[in-house]
């Protein structure tokens, strides 16, 4: 028995192999084929009910199947999996084809749609029946049968490209490693890091020594801690060359291919360019707004970033005679330099940053803010002995969500953090389905002598995807298209990023910041020592963010047909936002996944975007205390539980009582007080 094709609510990861997705996937989408066929051969005049609400309950065993899969493709892969992924992608996308391009369902759809002032639709009602409709004629319902056939060509082939795209990158990332076996080679390193690698090194068959990798947890403390800027040199070629180096697991001409395809795709659908499309679903709407909005904060960041990096170039010569600094120093003389200025590092952070401890910090501030209970159990099935697996309640005891959390780096695992799905939230029939909600991370695993520490970084990246979390965990919409993180893409930040600002504040520190061997509150010395540090370097910070957003709309907000070479391209693009010399051998855009094989194309803007969002959301936290129930029920109630059900805009007025203002990002940037 095909344990995805019998009815399930949490996912039978123990009973799946590898064999039975094939199988469910075809028999999936012959269901949710027989699902639609019931619609559309519907002798009734079609109506919301029959035809909008039938289609958006039609395809749940397909969505879970697929959620499945695909979470297992990015946090457990192997080649088995990462084939099947090459072969069901082209089917979904033909799946998802007939579907948008299905001449009968789109009229039946388009006939609600045009009477749709007559019938009575509530708000939820109202934005579903518009999503529905845009996602035909968004998807070429309205194309010819010539066009409609070039869009279904355009589709499967990107689908294969984006995967193939991340193939290359992860295998490129696990195919590299530095085996040091002269303990000198890591001077600078410290204690932990270095029983990471010594550990590392056990784990890959080594018989002694240490080993560094290109995965965060391992490449990050290299780049910032080892004062043999040779190896620090070749880690960072390594790191930045990825997938351009000319071989079999080269993205030039994927990169070039998904965006001309892109293009094509956009131009057929009467769109000027990718951007222009995507932008269409967007809070920003335009290109112009994001190429307005990218420039006028590099217009005040800018000047910022060239003063701190004049000061970091200053402090690397007198301190080694480096004439020019480089992008393998800038990590190690930062950390240098912040040392120096107020006398902190990570090293002295970590101890008070146990895993577990942030872990329980962060559902504390979960519980205080919105009255959320996590209860650890043994007895949810998972994909991964490391996995950990949590019942989330309310305050009053009803059952909330189901919560997996993965935080450390494997072979199978893609780089990076997220937050994901395996099952949406919805209302039918009287009931309130609640979701099942995945964070994964690759943080710092504990060593034979030491937990898993974290580096305060780590700690607001958790936060963060916890914010995502929270997003899907208290969604409470009647729709599951318009569930949880179901939102316009440069909306959907704001609940992950506005959760980091708690771990600046000692109210929320002292919840969790706990050495881990004494049990000691993390001194106050050391709270304002983060806060202090917070805006450390935040203009360099903000133009290489902002680089990253007009690399992105570079290739999505232009014809990039003309484009034949991918590094030139990217040095135009970096042009107005270098800081360091540029280096031939490294190309960004290849390993560029959020943009070339996640969600983020023409989007990258949105983290900056959200920041506006989030700054200006805790500037009423502060206002009214960090806890205040007040203005967490306030926003509980109009961001995190509506999902998508409104514009993003009027959901945020409500909660806040009037637009955002970037003024509250430059003032928590510290960057105000420089430009004015």
């Known amino acids: ?32 084929r027989a699902e639609i066929d019931a619609i559309t051969s519907n002798e009734a005049a079609a109506t919301f ?17 697929s959620s499945i899969f695909f979470n297992l493709n990015s946090a457990e892969t192997n080649e088995e999996i990462q084939k099947i992924a090459q072969e069901v992608s082209p089917l979904l ?34 934005t579903l ?5 845009k996602s035909f004629s968004r998807n070429g319902a309205n194309l010819s049968e010539d066009k409609k056939k070039r869009l279904r060509e355009i589709d499967a082939e990107a689908s294969k490209l984006k995967l193939k795209f991340g193939e290359n990158v992860l295998a490129e990332t696990n195919s590299y490693e530095k085996h040091l076996t002269n303990e000198a080679d890591l001077a600078g390193l410290p204690e932990g890091a270095k029983d990471a690698a010594a550990q590392l090194a056990k784990a890959k068959g080594k018989e002694s020594g240490w080993l560094v990798t290109l995965d965060y947890p391992s490449y990050i403390p290299f780049m910032k801690y080892a004062d043999n800027r040779a190896l620090r040199k070749e880690l960072s070629l390594a790191f930045g060359s990825k997938s351009f180096k000319g071989d079999a697991l080269d993205n030039q001409e994927i990169v070039l291919k998904i965006a001309t395809l892109r293009h094509e795709r956009a131009n057929l659908l009467g769109y000027e360019t990718h951007a222009h499309f995507v932008l269409e679903e967007r809070m920003a709407e335009t290109p112009e707004k994001v190429h307005s909005f990218l420039n006028e904060l590099l217009e005040k960041a800018k000047p910022a970033a060239e003063k701190e990096f004049n000061q970091l170039e200053d402090f690397a010569k007198n301190l080694d005679g480096i004439d020019q600094l480089q992008k393998w120093d800038g990590s190690y003389y930062s950390e240098k330099l912040k040392q120096k200025l107020f006398r902190l590092d990570d090293e002295q952070l970590k101890p008070y940053f146990k895993l577990e401890n942030v872990i329980d910090g962060v559902f504390q501030v979960a519980e205080k803010l919105f009255g959320l209970q996590f209860e650890e159990v043994s007895d949810i099935d998972k994909y991964h002995e490391e996995v950990k ?48 909600i995945s964070n994964v991370c690759n943080f710092t695993p504990s060593t034979e002598t030491k937990p898993s520490l974290l580096t305060f970084n780590e700690v607001t990246t958790l936060f963060h995807e916890f914010g995502h979390g929270l997003h899907g ?15 316009f893409w440069d909306f959907v930040e704001l609940p992950s990023q506005i959760m980091e600002n708690w771990c600046y504040e000692k109210e929320a520190l002292e919840l969790f910041a706990k050495h881990y061997e004494t049990g000691e509150i ?47 391209h990217e040095t135009e693009a970096f042009s107005g936002t270098n800081l360091y010399p540029d280096t031939p051998e490294t190309c960004m855009s290849t390993a560029f996944a959020h ?17 506006v969002l989030d700054a200006d959301a805790f500037a009423y936290f502060k206002e009214k205390g960090i806890f205040n129930k007040e203005v967490a029920n306030k926003f509980k109630k109009h961001v995190l539980s509506k999902g998508g059900t409104e514009n993003p805009m009027l959901l945020y007025k409500r909660f806040r009582g009037a637009e955002p203002q970037v003024e509250a990002l430059l003032k928590r940037a510290g960057l105000l007080d420089i430009n004015s």
Do not use: C
């Open 1 to 32: 028995m095909n344990p995805l094709l019998t009815p399930f609510d949490l996912a039978p990861f123990s009973k799946i192999k590898n064999e039975h997705f094939k199988p469910a996937f075809s028999q999936a989408m012959e269901d949710a």
């Open 93 to 126: 996308s033909e799946f998802g084809n007939d579907i948008t391009l299905n001449e009968a369902l789109f009229q039946r759809v388009k006939t609600v749609f045009e009477q749709k002032e007559s019938l009575g639709l509530n708000v939820e009602q109202n």
């Open 473 to 487: 965990m208290l969604a409470n919409t009647t729709y599951p298209s318009l569930s949880g993180t179901s939102v």
């Open 389 to 436: 697996t949590y019942m989330v309640y309310d305050q009053d005891k009803n059952f909330v969500a189901v919560f997996y959390a993965d935080f450390h780096p494997r072979a199978g695992k893609r780089g990076g953090a997220w937050m994901t799905s395996y099952k949406s939230q919805w209302k039918k029939d009287g009931n309130n389905v609640r979701p099942h």
């Open 522 to 568: 993390i001194p106050m010395e050391l709270v304002q020592k983060i806060k202090e540090t917070a805006s450390f370097q935040e203009g360099m910070a903000t133009l290489r963010q902002l680089s990253f957003g007009l690399l992105d709309m570079s290739w999505h907000g232009t014809n990039p047909t003309a484009i034949i070479d991918v590094k030139s």
């Open 595 to 611: 943009i070339f094989q996640g969600g983020y194309s023409s989007g990258y803007y949105s983290y900056k975007w959200a920041e």
């Open 129 to 133: 029946l518009e999503k529905r409709y």
């Open 49 to 65: 009910e029959n035809t909008i609400e039938a289609l958006e309950f039609s395809g749940h065993q397909l969505d879970r199947i």
